[in-house]
């Protein structure tokens, strides 16, 4: 009887989940990052607590964004996408005229005092407008679908990358090229591709990158060289992860995070306050946190039953990725700082909320099949 009781538990459970379009395993792997992560914002904000209460508060309200475009069936998105795609393009264009000013780069659109960055919109509208170009014609593409789908990519990435802003810019690169590495391309054209990107990257040192973000990468192969400036970051980074050893010295017990030696603490940095309060042991937490998403997220678009939904899909797991990779990377030293924050565990509000409506849209994939004759 109490088998069967569990069993009829686990069906309305189920019928629920599949009702408000919920994905059970991936909104398990979701909650549990949440909660690590404010566990270390609520230690990295030091005395202040504001900053946790303005994230729980965001976290809320990204978590009901999830849930409504969780709700909305991927035929949708797929027929919405050209004029998303389009409406992202005119507003970067905008920013380029009337977009604001702050920290040193114009990025900005106001409207109606609601201040924001059209950049986040296309984190999800060019993988969503390649995958739609794609779903309309037969796999692999040929090298003309290759450059219609590269203009796709390259227009919005240039737009953003003039602002300048260098981390997010690559994010939507990395984001429309795994759409393309999904759809299949042949071994000659990723050979023409990286002998492209050989010749044209002293171009782009030499003409396209700004100072600051040229000062990134000589400080990245060499922080000691500016101990108290530009590499300062990278180096007290490093030690308060190498200062946490295999148990970490304790919650909110952290000397370089508690005595603010790491600049950023709670944002692009957050992961080295990690390191420091919670050892190795927290960081294999974390990462077989991130990890569980990523695979749930992969199950997800091996299972999806269109083309748009299985490029789509796949994806955004990769750019989630892409995501938490460079930013342990940065913080690390294994990658130079680019300024992206760690997902669902950095101090945050626009990013936070462009993320969760990704999830949303996974969720939507997974949950709104069609039922296949048997």
């Known amino acids: 009887m109490a088998l069967l009781s569990g069993d009829m538990s686990d069906r309305r459970n189920k019928s629920f989940a599949a009702k408000v379009h919920i994905d059970l395993p991936l909104l398990a792997g979701l909650l549990i990052l949440m909660g690590f992560g404010l566990m270390v914002l609520y230690s990295a904000s030091g005395e202040s607590q504001l900053q946790l209460r303005a994230q729980i ?35 970067l264009v905008a920013v380029i005229f009337v977009g604001e000013m702050g920290k040193g780069a114009q990025r900005w659109l106001s409207f109606g005092g609601i201040r924001f960055q059209p950049s986040e919109i296309m984190k999800l509208a060019v993988p969503m407008m390649v995958a739609w170009y794609f779903s309309e014609r037969r796999l692999p593409p040929n090298f003309k679908e290759l450059f219609v789908a590269g203009f796709l990519i390259g227009l919005p990435t240039f737009l953003i990358m003039i602002q300048p802003d260098l981390g997010t810019s690559i994010l939507i690169a990395s984001s429309g090229a795994f759409v ?48 108290l400036g530009a590499g300062y970051h990278i180096i007290q980074s490093q030690i308060a992860i190498g200062s946490g050893g295999m148990q970490g010295k304790g919650w909110m017990q952290g000397t370089q995070s508690q005595l603010e030696f790491l600049p950023e603490r709670n944002t692009d940095f957050i992961f080295a306050v990690l390191g420091e309060e919670f050892g190795f042991t927290g960081v294999l937490i974390l990462l077989a946190t991130y990890l569980w998403i990523v695979g749930r997220g992969f199950l997800i678009s091996l ?59 996974l969720m939507g994939i997974q949950t709104h099949k069609k039922l296949l004759p048997g």
Not at 186 to 207: E, Q, T
Not at 322 to 342: A, Q, R, S
């Open 57 to 91: 508060i965001r976290l809320l309200i990204a978590f009901g964004v999830m849930v409504f475009f969780a709700w909305i069936p991927p035929r949708v998105y797929k027929k919405w996408t050209p004029l998303v795609f389009s409406i992202g393009i005119i507003m």
């Open 180 to 227: 393309i590495f999904l759809a299949g391309i042949k071994w000659r054209i990723l050979v023409s591709l990286f002998l492209f990107v050989v010749i044209y990257a002293p171009i782009h040192w030499l003409f396209v990158m700004q100072g600051y973000q040229k000062q990134r990468v000589l400080t990245f192969l060499n922080p000691e060289q500016d101990r």
């Open 303 to 361: 299972r999806a039953q269109e083309t748009y939904t299985r490029l789509l899909s796949g994806a955004i797991t990769l750019t989630f990725f892409v995501y938490v990779f460079v930013n342990i990377g940065m913080v690390t030293g294994i990658l130079p700082v680019v300024g992206l924050p760690l997902p669902l565990v950095s101090y945050g509000g626009t990013s936070m909320v462009t993320l969760m409506i990704s999830f949303g849209i």
